[in-house]
């Protein structure tokens, strides 16, 4: 690593954490209230009036970037306030720009270590199948176990294009994301439902690789293009 490419990562790690922490207390200056209950969070959206969706937004980028705050809490507050249709908008968008400032951030900082050290591997290599990792985005943004924060920084050291990532990110998250901004009030998960699903979704993701190895000319390998072709 050059003295010039250090710079740049030291200097792009420093820029986000200056703009988390501008975005938190920018949102505690304008009380933000410490719960994160959607019942309490839309009351106090709607006190900020046009300021509202910008703020939610924000709070949404913080929530994705930082990683402990809860994302659907906020995705339920935005349908309490806004409704349904306008309410996912706001949020889907909060979302996608919070994780792609997570994505970026991971492969300033580490997409090039990771790359050479996995260089012959499908996901990680320069010429990983696309077509793989976009489905495994897709999929873990379907199911609300998942890390928002994690899943991004993750995709960040992977081979996946910045806009299969996006495309992936924003298809994967709006069913999620319109369920829980339309039921509002009644906000829940199912734990059990949630837990089987999340499984259902590993086991796919790590039983498919082991196949493919078996089968690398199989008409689902040939698909994936595990060769990284694209």
């Known amino acids: 690593m050059t003295r010039s490419q250090l710079v740049f990562r030291l200097s792009f790690l420093a820029i986000v954490a200056l703009l988390m922490a501008a975005i938190w207390l920018l949102l505690r200056q ?4 410490a719960s994160f209950a959607p019942s309490v969070l839309s009351d106090w959206l709607a006190s900020q009036g046009a300021l509202g969706p910008v703020l939610l937004m924000l709070l949404m ?22 409704g349904m249709f306008n309410g996912t908008v706001i949020a889907v968008m909060g979302a996608l720009a919070g994780s792609l400032i997570a994505f970026y951030l991971a ?4 997409r090039e ?24 985005v897709f999929l873990t943004r379907l199911i609300p176990l998942f ?8 995709a960040g050291v992977t081979a ?10 924003a298809l994967g998250m709006l069913p999620m ?30 039983t ?18 595990l060769d990284g072709r694209v």
């Open 30 to 33: 304008l009380g933000m209230p």
């Open 61 to 82: 980028i913080l929530a994705v970037v930082v990683g402990p705050i809860p994302t659907l809490p906020i995705s339920a507050a935005s349908g309490l306030v806004y």
């Open 107 to 110: 492969r300033v900082l580490g």
């Open 113 to 136: 270590a990771v790359q050479q050290k996995l260089e012959n591997n499908p996901v990680f290599s320069a010429r990983g199948s696309q077509r793989f990792l976009f489905i495994a």
């Open 147 to 154: 890390s928002f924060a994690l899943i991004s920084y993750a």
């Open 160 to 169: 996946i294009h910045l806009w299969r990532y996006a495309l992936a990110t």
């Open 177 to 206: 994301t319109f369920v829980f901004a339309g039921l509002g009030h009644t906000f829940e998960l199912n734990p059990a439902l949630t837990v089987v699903a999340a499984a259902t979704v590993l086991l796919v993701m790590s």
């Open 208 to 225: 498919l690789p082991l196949y493919l190895r078996r089968r690398p000319h199989s008409r689902l390998s040939r698909w994936l293009q």
